[in-house]
């Protein structure tokens, strides 16, 4: 599908692993997400991330 697994972590709390992955794109994620989502034993909660680069240059183009 395009979308590789780079960690995983096993945590505690409401969660029992986050997994940080990596795509393409936005739509490349999404689509991993529904296929796995669709099997039914597990829930996804997708989260955008910004580089400090993507993160400078959108804090930059505030008024």
């Not at 997994?19 to 597990?42: F, H, Q, R």
């Not at 580089?51 to 959108?58: C, G, K, L, V």
Request: aromatic share 4%.
């Amino acid at each position: 599908m395009g979308v590789e697994l780079k960690t995983v972590y096993s945590v505690m709390g409401q969660c029992d692993a986050v997994c940080i992955l990596g795509a393409p794109d936005d739509k490349t994620m999404a689509k991993a997400a529904l296929a796995i989502g669709s099997l039914g034993n597990i829930r996804t909660e997708t989260l955008r991330a910004f580089t400090e680069d993507e993160n400078r240059q959108i804090v930059a183009s505030l008024p």
